[in-house]
């Protein structure tokens, strides 16, 4: 059964101090009295970055523990609501039904989780005071447990496509478009500013940076969040990002080993197959992953893809010892954490229940499990596989080791809270807002320019229309796309009007899109993952019949070009936030000059076996 035993009722407590720098002084006081275990077994470092304690003292500790705590260290979890002992109703309702638990604290006191990972839609992220406090309570609910360790606090805050912490946090161009301005110091400069935004909110841990090479145009999974397609250069813009989170005390983690970057299939929803060579795994996939152990990654997340060259078992290879243990341990020697993707997606739980799972995972050399659909059923199966004999409490050590040892690393035993003072100066501040823009103005690459359309001339064309796709603008962005492009075309001196008209234009959409150009002097269209079909193409096909200069803005993959080969002028965003869209208008207003080039190659849409544009092509004024 869970833990269950008595102690400090966290449930019934706020969840800290987090004004005035008293954040601060309660983490010290509470860490060091945290229970004599702790205080007996672990010498705290005076200074964050002070030496890991010896292997002597954290294995003392983790002597220390019960077994149902163990088991609970291995453990990160989802959980609803912005407190972490007063959340909405509608939280508490939700955390019932997945969980059994009303909040994060008793989550905590019931299963002694090792770590929490924050969620937009579980509601942990609405602003940056209400995350800080969260992570305080989330702390204090754990430490002030008997034998209470300090939590690793996760989020995916990848930039890009995928962010769970958004505005007013500084926002960057995604990992694709990073791959276009092609700097290292960029990479870097990202990762110690999310780093230090999202340390200041108390998350410790952080799933980013994508170390997959994207060489497949149709990956539905992984696409822009990948660097590119060149292994070396992915390789050496990972290592830089790296260091980056690890410079702001923040524990980066490379996904998806051994490689996700050759799928057609999603794997949050199918099992994919990855059917490359061991000679090409060893040229390709393999080679950002090597680059990141070597630049000292704190944490490596698995795919859940099967891998025969790698293991033909049949087993995604996030239960595949011959993979993590054999290749990822042994053969690279990397000894750090290992974490599985989430244990809720349809990748990893097609060949065995729920219940199998969790110890398959542990058995083939993970350390810490991630999101499984029912962490009692997956708790008590790693228990209960302890009791039986199938897993070892010394295999369990083990991994609780390597996960100390991260926490300490990080500083969380001499301070494991945040405070209000430490918000307001790290997040969002106004000198990382305006490093995010000229990082993201290197990164806007020109691939057409016919007849110099570009750049648009705001006295010779004055009036603007700006129309196309309107996804569903990723976390903690603004949006919509369109109306963000026409808001930065405004300010750049022009008078322009936004128009949406989707990702599948109806014919009477496209009709009135034609009406409205003719008012304007040129047509800025943003087009997203554009197919042979889409009608898309028949409605950038209608704006280029008006006469009009138009301009086509591929604000997400980059591909879009090879299904419009009419159009005069092309750019590509990578990605449809505020803070490349920004960038890209001021392109197109000749504010700026394009710098980026592609990450990745073109095919041509006739013959996908020939490159229409190469790795490198990028035209500017």
Request: hydrophobic share 40%; glycine share 10%.
């Amino acid at each position: 059964m869970p833990d269950t035993s008595t102690g400090s009722d966290t449930s019934k407590r706020g969840t800290g101090n987090t004004g005035g720098g008293g954040g601060a002084r309660l983490s010290r006081r509470t860490v060091l009295a945290a229970g004599a275990g702790i205080t007996a077994a672990l010498t705290v470092p005076t200074t964050a970055r002070a030496a890991t304690p010896d292997e002597r003292r954290l294995k003392a500790l983790i002597s220390r523990m019960s077994l149902p705590e163990k088991v609970g260290q291995l453990f990160v979890m989802r959980v609803y609501g912005a407190s972490a002992t007063a959340p909405d109703q509608a939280d508490i309702d939700a955390n019932l039904s997945e969980l059994g638990v009303r909040t994060a604290a008793e989550l905590i006191q019931r299963y002694r989780v090792g770590g929490i990972i924050y969620f937009t839609w579980a509601h942990n992220t609405q602003n940056p005071h209400q995350i800080a406090e969260l992570s305080n309570g989330i702390q204090k609910a754990s430490l002030d447990r008997p034998r209470g360790l300090p939590m690793l606090i996760a989020t995916d805050q990848e930039h890009g496509a995928v962010c769970r912490v958004g505005e007013p946090a500084t926002l960057f161009p995604g990992a694709m478009a990073i791959g276009a301005g092609g700097s290292a110091a960029d990479a870097r400069t990202l990762g110690r500013i999310s780093g230090t935004e999202l340390r200041a909110l108390g998350i410790n841990q952080d799933y980013s940076p994508d170390a997959d090479v994207n060489v497949n145009p149709a990956n539905p999974v992984i696409g822009v969040r990948s660097f590119g397609a060149d292994p070396a250069a992915v390789a050496e813009l990972v290592a830089a990002e790296v260091k980056g989170y690890q410079s702001a005390r923040v524990a980066a983690t490379a996904k998806h080993f051994p490689g996700h970057g050759d799928t057609a299939v999603d794997s949050h929803y199918g099992f994919p197959v990855i059917t490359h060579s061991r000679e090409l795994w060893e040229k390709l996939d393999a080679v950002p992953f090597r680059s990141a152990i070597a630049a000292g990654i704190d944490s490596i997340m698995t795919a859940h893809i099967e891998f025969p060259a790698l293991d033909d078992s049949g087993d995604p290879a996030t239960l595949s010892e011959p993979i993590l243990t054999g290749i990822l341990r042994g053969e690279l020697g990397y000894d750090g954490v290992v974490i599985t993707d989430s244990l809720g997606m349809e990748g990893v739980r097609t060949k065995y229940g729920d219940d199998r799972v969790p110890v398959l995972a542990l058995k083939a050399g993970v350390d810490q499990l991630l999101n499984p659909p029912s962490i009692d059923t997956a708790w008590n199966a790693v228990l209960k596989a302890v009791q039986d004999g199938e897993l070892t409490e010394a295999r369990l050590d083990e991994s609780i080791l390597r996960i100390l040892r991260l926490k300490s690393r990080l500083g969380l035993f001499d301070g494991a809270y945040v405070d209000r003072r430490g918000v307001d100066h790290a997040v969002g501040t106004k000198s990382h807002l305006a490093a995010a823009d000229r990082i993201a103005e290197r990164t806007t690459t020109l691939l057409v320019n016919e007849g110099g359309t570009l750049p648009l001339n705001r006295h010779a064309q004055p009036r603007l229309l700006v129309v196309g796709a309107d996804p569903d603008s990723p976390s903690g962005t603004t949006g919509p796309p369109t109306g963000v492009l026409a808001t930065a075309l405004t300010e750049a001196g022009f008078t322009a009007t936004a128009l949406p008209t989707g990702t599948s234009p109806s014919a009477a959409t496209i009709d009135k899109a034609v009406a409205a150009a003719q008012d304007a002097d040129a047509v800025v269209v943003g087009t997203y993952n554009v197919t042979a079909n889409s009608s898309q193409r028949t409605l950038v096909d209608a704006l280029l019949a008006t006469g009009k200069p138009v301009v086509a803005l591929a604000v997400r993959n980059p591909y879009d070009i090879a299904q419009l080969p009419s159009v005069r002028a092309c750019l590509a965003s990578y990605c449809w936030t505020d803070v490349e869209l920004r960038a890209a208008a001021r392109v197109i207003a000749g504010r700026v000059k394009p710098r980026g080039k592609l990450p990745v190659p073109v095919q041509r849409a006739d013959d996908p076996t020939k490159v229409l544009y190469p790795i490198g092509h990028g035209l500017t004024y």
